[in-house]
């Protein structure tokens, strides 16, 4: 079993930046790959960026390439969405999730934080 805690969402301007943390405790955080999810109001949940257990390996949603960055520290057991000239469609809630084996889909990660909302204004 792995534990996630996101934190690190809030409020922010069009333009603005945020970064997102994701704490894991319980098993070995180091040997799980990790996804960033979001979900907006009315919509499905949709694939942000994942990254491999070493972070060697990285995949983004093209709506975020290029001003998202996904990152982990596996000494600290966290993991990080860096979030640069955020959009107001960047609106949602953001979860963080685990499994052994990376992937682009939601349905395939078996761990999930309990998610943190981000409001970009216009």
């Known amino acids: 079993q792995v534990q996630l805690r996101e934190s690190g969402g809030g409020l922010v301007q069009a333009g603005g930046s945020l970064r997102l943390s994701c704490a894991a405790s319980g098993r070995t955080f180091s040997i799980y790959a990790m996804g960033w999810f979001r979900q907006a109001p009315g919509k499905e949940r949709e694939f942000v960026a994942a990254l491999n257990w070493s972070g060697s390996n990285t995949y983004y949603a093209d709506s975020v390439k290029g001003r998202f960055t996904i990152s982990r520290d596996n000494g600290k057991n966290t993991g990080y969405l860096q979030m640069n000239s955020l959009k107001p469609e960047d609106t949602a809630v953001y979860y963080c999730?685990?499994?052994?084996?990376?992937?682009?889909?939601?349905?395939?990660?078996?761990?999930w934080g309990q998610g943190t909302p981000v409001t970009v204004s216009s």
């Open positions: 999730a685990a499994d052994r084996y990376i992937s682009l889909a939601p349905k395939e990660y078996d761990y």
